[in-house]
């Protein structure tokens, strides 16, 4: 099982562009989150999915962010029109049922 | 609703100190709780959870359910340990959504 695999490790966007960020859980977890970092922060909630649903999204601003995990596929974090602000380390977790959850290795966003 | 407060964002204790990293907690049922760390340029990695009741790289960490705590505890810091900690909750209420406390950064000084 090679783990949560998040692609791209960097991923570097102009403001204005649309920045797309892919998590691959572990095999047979059905759980995913995703996760905010941002400089010198701690991680903040964004979005909970199982297959094919939203869970809980109340971490996800209103505007211009959008998730989701098909039956088939990673699950993908979708930012449009990026910011400055959004500039942030992404992560994304999986986990089977009420255990741990296993971290992939992040997404560096830079919006330039 | 589920809530997870740290209250420190940053300890800094010397080499050899005995460390305590606060968790709060709030949920209505009966939750599971795990610290997380992160060490510097590395994924988060899960460092115990209460049902296992285990003892690793030293740390402790006993849920008091009457004080809604869960915090982390080692009698003897070393350099090593230095890193971002994370306390989350785990709770079927919720459909098992894992929520973090917003993390403490722990430095130890030699």
């Known amino acids: 099982n090679a783990g949560v695999m998040q692609n791209p490790r960097h991923l570097v966007r102009r403001r204005g562009q649309e920045a797309r960020l892919r998590c691959s859980p572990m095999?047979?977890?059905?759980?995913v989150y995703w996760y905010r970092q941002l400089p010198e922060e701690g991680l903040k909630f964004m979005v909970y999915?199982?297959?094919?649903?939203?869970?809980?999204e109340s971490g996800m601003p209103k505007e211009r962010f959008s998730a989701e995990f098909p039956k088939e596929g990673p699950s993908i974090l979708r930012i449009q029109q990026v910011v400055r602000g959004d500039s942030a380390a992404y992560f994304c977790?999986?986990?089977?049922?009420?255990?741990?959850?296993?971290f992939g290795q992040g997404t560096r966003l830079t919006v330039v | 609703a589920q809530r997870v407060t740290q209250p420190e964002k940053l300890l800094s204790v010397f080499k050899g100190a005995p460390v305590e990293l606060k968790c709060n907690y709030s949920?209505?049922?009966?939750?599971?709780l795990f610290w997380y760390v992160q060490y510097s340029r590395q994924r988060l990695q899960l460092l115990l959870r209460?049902?296992s009741r285990e003892s690793i790289k030293g740390f402790t960490a006993d849920l008091n359910k009457g004080e809604t705590s869960f915090h982390l505890k080692k009698p003897f810091a070393q350099e090593e340990d230095s890193a971002m900690y994370y306390c989350?909750?785990?709770?079927?209420?919720?459909?098992?959504?894992?929520?973090f406390g917003g993390g403490t950064r722990l430095m130890v000084k030699p």
């Open positions: 977790a999986s986990s089977p049922q009420v255990t741990e959850a296993f």
């Open positions: 095999k047979g977890h059905s759980h």
């Open positions: 999915l199982q297959k094919e649903n939203i869970i809980d």
């Open positions: 949920y209505s049922g009966s939750p599971e």
């Open positions: 209460h049902i």
């Open positions: 989350a909750l785990s709770g079927h209420n919720a459909g098992n959504m894992l929520t």
